[in-house]
């Protein structure tokens, strides 16, 4: 069993920055590709951000050159610091694992963005 929680969001200014966290429970040396989502009001949830346990990472096209996903496994913890937000950017963000087969989701945690 894996639990995530996701720390971090808030209210900003469009140009301004956030770092999300999630706390992983348990050892995530053994945890695959971990990623960060994001679902808009009226939208489908999408992928922002992934990372693989070997640091390779992967980005929607929206984000690259404004956000980085990271993950210190000795920590348990993965992040993305988002630089540049737009407006855009607001919805809830959610962190994923996908181990032994499955994806686990945290609660989410809402960033917005005002113009």
């Known amino acids: 069993q894996v639990q995530l929680v996701e720390s971090g969001g808030g209210l900003v200014q469009a140009g301004g920055s956030l770092r999300l966290s999630c706390a992983v429970s348990?050892?995530?040396?053994?945890?695959?590709?971990m990623g960060w989502y994001r679902q808009a009001p009226g939208k489908q949830r999408e992928l922002v951000a992934q990372?693989?346990?070997?640091?390779?990472?992967n980005y929607a096209d929206s984000v690259k050159g404004r956000f980085t996903i990271s993950r210190d496994n000795a920590k348990n913890m993965v992040y993305l610091q988002m630089n540049s937000l737009e407006p855009e950017d607001t919805a809830v963000y959610y962190c994923?694992?996908?181990?032994?087969?499955?994806?686990?989701w945290g609660p989410g945690t809402q960033v917005t963005v005002s113009s």
């Open positions: 994923r694992a996908s181990y032994g087969g499955h994806g686990y």
């Open positions: 348990g050892s995530i040396f053994s945890i695959g590709p």
């Open positions: 990372i693989t346990r070997g640091a390779s990472t």
